[in-house]
């Protein structure tokens, strides 16, 4: 998933012989006879499952989505492989409510153990001997956290209601009875039947293209044959409509977005094909891409073969699609390797932004790939900072216990992951880096490893031997220890250097129309610009500058959210409906938080946040008025 608007990879051509993920994904390793892998699985907190007794294999969902009732309704049949002493299975569950459980037409006995906050309740089946196989008749709450139902109000057509779905972290057992840890890959298929004027999509690969008339409505059937972790089961239902831009690309949204979403994305094909020349040939079949209503919480969410998008990266001049670069990266790192706990998230995002800025470099240059660094590093220091350097969140391996992993979840598993890699890079050369990763997708594609899985596997195939590599890289340092190790690489960017003379000219009393660039200034540079300003500004500053440059008015929600901020600490009352327009029709969470806290470290903007909150709350994910409401409150720690 990704929190920043940069976002990418890696290098040179690559056959199928040297990466396999491409050849493999026709044909993925079955469950059961995956390679012993060097050290012993780390147990899941995050899951009741008990794999190692049973696994589910495969999830065959049969669903009616109620948008009255604000439910789905239906079957889940799981195909199970088990050992032969183990006589029930154990799955994750939160606010389901359970029916029946059969085996082939026959009611088997199950229980539902006690309710715990964050994990939700375990459902114990017991298995009749020889049983392979079990239906789950259920429905799911509406206040299921992984499903949001939107009112036609809160779409862009309006006329029509809307649902989607985010499973990251531990949400899909909110809607799926199943082992919800992302260590128990399973295929998954599904009929879904929804009113008759709705289209429903999944992470999936589409069987009925048009849908099939129904009595209740009309059905949708899908089918994926990779193994996945079940956080990247999907769905979205609403009013929507599908454009091609490539030849396995597309975008789908509502139909009043189509034109300007399909336009931003218009280079979907090429990242596409740019990724492959550095990763090897791309597994998943087609790279849709489905822009989401404003109230989706996340800049996107990598759901295989149909990536889920904010359409804050719609700013109309293609300049905020790295976005897309991030998720696309997600089907090597995240997608076919994947972190087998919560505590090894920084595997699925240190790659994926290792990758992502790899790719912005062979799409758009080494420059901006440079800049992407810096305001990435920024961001990494700034985080550090926040929490302390001795604090235990900015240790790559995450402590989760007792928490929500989405509570333990930072900048620090993006940038200090990515940071790691680039020093690594840095230190053994970039073509034996190279090599090294993709052997590392390669030995790993459709598993799920932990940290130690990942040292193993580094001490093997990267530093073979040569302690003193290790020392100089503090691999365990890194990976283990607090803070951010001083080994750690610096990027520099002549363009933002410049950029910092430019604002230093400006505090020091220069007109902004003495910044004579800054009409060529890409989003990164004014990114910069925005967030090095000094803390005060006097009001006749802020007037110049917004006069000059209309920052009030900008599009870019990157480039609007950096003003915002400035004009929040400045009380710069010109922006404030502005900010009330911002803040009312998007629900992004790394925009929000930061507003919101703006606002209320202030005597003055504490009102007005409560009054734009109680204004924009309901058209919020619960994802982010979770983060949002002990804020509002004044209880938030942070
Ligand atoms: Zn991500």
């Known amino acids: 998933m990704l929190r920043h608007a940069s976002a990418l990879v890696l290098a040179s051509a690559v056959g199928c012989a040297t990466i396999a993920f491409g050849c493999r994904t026709a044909e993925p390793p079955a469950e059961t006879d995956r390679p012993v892998t060097t050290s012993t699985p780390e147990r899941d907190i995050h899951s009741y499952a008990r794999p190692h007794e049973v696994r589910v294999t495969h999830v065959a969902l049969d669903l009616h989505a109620d948008f009255d009732r604000k439910i789905l309704n239906g079957t889940a049949t799981l195909q199970l492989h088990r050992s032969p002493s183990a006589s029930t299975v154990v799955l994750d569950t939160k606010g389901l409510d359970i029916q029946r459980v059969s085996a082939a037409g026959t009611d088997v006995k199950f229980s539902l153990g006690d309710d715990d906050r964050i994990l939700g309740r375990p459902l114990t089946i017991e298995l009749p001997a020889s049983v392979n196989e079990i239906t789950i008749a259920y429905r799911t709450s509406p206040e299921a956290a992984a499903l949001q139902w939107l009112q036609p109000s809160q779409t862009a057509g309006g006329r ?52 099939v008339e129904t ?172 929490l302390g350097p001795t604090h235990k969140d900015t240790i790559l391996d995450l402590d989760l216990s007792g928490r929500d992993p989405d509570d333990g979840v930072s900048d620090i598993a993006y940038e200090k992951g990515a940071t790691f890699l680039r020093t690594i890079e840095h230190a053994v050369g970039r073509k034996t880096f190279d090599a090294y990763l993709r052997g590392y997708f390669d030995r790993h594609a459709f598993q799920s490893i932990t940290t130690a899985q990942f040292l193993a596997d580094l001490r093997q195939h990267l530093l073979r031997g040569d302690r003193q590599l290790e020392e100089r890289l503090k691999v365990e340092e890194w990976l283990y220890k607090p803070g951010l190790p001083d080994n750690a690489v610096v990027p520099t960017s002549d363009a933002l250097a410049r950029v910092e003379q430019d604002v230093n000219a400006f505090a020091e009393g220069a007109a902004a129309s003495s910044i004579t660039d800054a009409s060529a200034w890409s989003t990164q540079e004014w990114q910069h610009f925005l967030v090095s300003l000094p803390e005060k500004l006097t009001t006749a500053q802020l007037t110049d500058l917004d006069r000059t440059f209309r920052l009030t008015e900008r599009h870019n929600s990157e480039v609007l959210f950096a003003w915002l901020r400035v004009t929040i600490r400045n009380r710069y009352e010109p922006a404030m409906p502005a900010l009330e327009r911002f803040l009312t029709s998007q629900g992004r969470r790394k925009f929000l938080k930061p507003l919101y806290e703006d606002l209320m470290k202030t005597d003055w903007g504490k009102d007005e946040a409560r009054r734009i909150y109680a204004r924009a709350r309901p058209l919020y994910h619960s994802v982010s008025t979770n983060t949002l409401d002990p804020i509002i409150s004044g209880k938030s720690s942070s």
């Open 160 to 211: 029509r209601p809307y649902l989607f779905s985010q499973g990251q972290a531990i949400l899909t057992r909110t809607w799926i009875p199943t082992q919800d840890s992302p260590g128990v890959r399973q295929t998954y298929s599904a009929r879904i039947t929804v009113p008759r004027d709705l289209r429903a999509v999944m992470s999936a690969e589409q069987l009925t293209p048009t849908g």
């Open 215 to 386: 009595p209740t409505g009309r059905a949708w059937d899908f089918r994926l044959t990779q193994p996945i972790p079940p956080y990247l089961i999907a769905i979205a239902v609403g009013d929507l409509a599908f454009r091609r831009v490539g030849a396995r690309t597309g975008v789908y949204t509502e139909p009043a977005m189509l034109d300007a979403a399909a336009n931003e994305l218009v280079d979907l094909e090429k990242m596409v094909a740019a990724a492959e020349t550095l990763l090897g040939p791309y597994g998943w079949g087609r790279f849709d891409v489905l822009v989401l209503p404003p109230s989706f919480p996340f800049g996107g969410m990598e759901n295989p073969r149909l990536t889920f998008a904010t359409p804050t990266i719609i700013a109309g001049d293609r300049s905020l699609v790295s976005l897309i670069a991030h998720e696309l990266a997600h089907s090597w790192s995240g997608n076919l390797v994947t972190n087998a706990t919560w505590s090894g998230f920084w595997l699925n995002e240190g790659f994926t932004t290792y990758v992502e800025s790899r790719l912005m470099e062979v799409l758009y240059g080494v420059d901006r790939a440079r800049m992407l660094q810096v305001l990435d590093r920024r961001s990494l220091d700034a985080e550090i900072k926040r």
